[in-house]
């Protein structure tokens, strides 16, 4: 190329030698010689655009795309953009349920056409090319009823086809506010929606086109997802209708079974004597033991919302029972002792009443039917003998008729208690496990 241009060179400086001669040469000047200088000009420019060709690498197409800064979204004449998501992974992180809060990801893979960004196959012979995020405009996405979303971009770098398809994978995260419904807690099972929206404002904007849609990790904690499904909801209001169930062996055993097992030896303590304070004392510490067990887990009871939890009732119900039956064990115990009900009411205090009445009138009454003039000492001391062994008989008596009047009380009080107890457990666990509370989850679109 080198030489082309040097010989060139040369012939154009003999030339213009030949064109510095005076005006009158002009003339004269063959017309060939023009036609000469016309066919140099032309070589000379075809010799540099061979020596300087355009670059054609991939890198070199990339830098061509940069450089035109298309950061904007792609306009076209009805001013909305198609997203389309072919591929869409859905997974249940946690699922909180003292603020009643599902942290959810989403991993999508998002396909756009910017036109701008096409290329001539034919100069540049390449069907792909890579280029930065930030460089183009890229779309979002968000969850229309979570507190929080947050889009990271999967890679740093996106991939473009030479008909100015876009093709980019996203991942976002999100914390979605759904009032699971908690009635049957530990039994909870409910379905929460999570909303799947682009940016749009009025006729301008972007619009999502949804394809297949798969989940996995579906079991977290306590937690466990049973299905997920996409679903669409009028126009352009697109959602993952998500089926939660929690597994009820943790909270039975941490929350329910406790609270069985204390009533359980509530019935059981009816067994130790009424007497002698045996019972009372268990019962005052099955009573402690089980404010204590509230006390410990009041944190981990779930949130109160909508469907406030019946098991927050149950336990405030089995405290209830707790209570009473320390109650109604103290009262009968007095019984036993004294026969008095709430030191008011006095079982067998009539009859006693008379026996004492009886006993000073035979006291005082004189003896005229026998005249002892000189009586010993010994018979003094017998007949005072005679009348504490009559009055601690009639003591026993009394006791042992406050006694019975208080276990007749005792076993009465406990049938009651324990078809009232059983009844109360079969009843509960019927509505944990049946009962359905309803709840609006689609209030945020209304």
Not at 231 to 248: A, D
């Amino acid at each position: 190329m080198a030489g082309c241009e040097s010989g060139l060179v040369g012939s154009f400086t003999q030339l213009s030698v030949n064109l510095s001669c005076p005006c009158d040469a002009v003339k004269t000047f063959p017309v060939h010689n023009m036609e000469k200088v016309v066919f140099l000009l032309s070589l000379l420019t075809a010799c540099r655009g061979v020596s300087r060709p355009a670059c054609t690498s991939r890198r070199c197409l990339a830098e061509m795309l940069i450089k035109k800064e298309f950061v904007s979204q792609p306009q076209y004449d009805n001013c909305t953009h198609v997203i389309n998501v072919p591929y869409l992974v859905y997974e249940t992180l946690s699922v909180d349920t003292k603020q009643l809060l599902l942290n959810v990801r989403l991993d999508a893979t998002l396909v756009w056409r910017d036109p701008d960004l096409a290329w001539n196959t034919t100069v540049h012979p390449y069907d792909q090319v890579v280029l930065p995020v930030h460089k183009i405009w890229t779309p979002e996405f968000y969850v229309t009823n979570a507190l929080v979303t947050n889009m990271k971009h999967d890679s740093r770098d996106l991939l473009v086809f030479s008909n100015g398809t876009v093709q980019h994978d996203v991942s976002v995260t999100a914390q979605v506010s759904c009032e699971v419904n908690l009635f049957n807690y530990p039994f909870a099972a409910d379905e929460c929606p999570v909303a799947i929206e682009s940016w749009a404002t009025g006729d301008c904007g972007t619009q999502l086109e949804l394809g297949e849609m798969r989940s996995i990790d579906g079991s977290h904690g306590d937690w466990q997802t049973d299905s997920v499904e996409l679903l669409k909801q009028g126009e352009g209001r697109n959602y993952i209708w998500v089926g939660l169930s929690i597994k009820p062996s943790n909270p039975f055993i941490t929350l329910l079974l406790p609270s069985v097992l204390i009533l359980l030896a509530d019935v059981g303590s009816f067994a130790l004597p009424l007497t002698g304070g045996e019972r009372n004392c268990f019962k005052v510490t099955l009573v402690l033991s089980f404010t204590m067990f509230l006390n410990i887990l009041s944190e981990q009871l779930p949130g109160d919302g909508h469907c406030s939890p019946i098991i927050r009732t149950h336990f405030c119900v089995c405290l209830v029972l707790l209570v009473l039956s320390m109650l109604v064990s103290m009262i009968l115990t007095r019984v036993a002792h004294d026969g008095s009900l709430l030191m008011c009411c006095c079982f067998g205090g009539s009859a006693s009443k008379a026996t004492k009445k009886k006993k000073v009138d035979e006291e005082n009454k004189p003896d005229i039917n026998v005249v002892q003039l000189n009586d010993s000492e010994d018979n003094q001391t017998l007949r005072k003998v005679g009348k504490f062994l009559d009055g601690f008989d009639e003591k026993e008596v009394e006791s042992e008729k406050r006694q019975k009047i208080a276990h007749m009380l005792d076993r009465i009080f406990f049938w009651i208690y324990f078809i009232c107890t059983t009844g109360y457990f079969v009843g509960m666990l019927y509505v944990m496990a049946r009962y359905k509370c309803v709840v609006n989850h689609f209030d945020f679109w209304l």
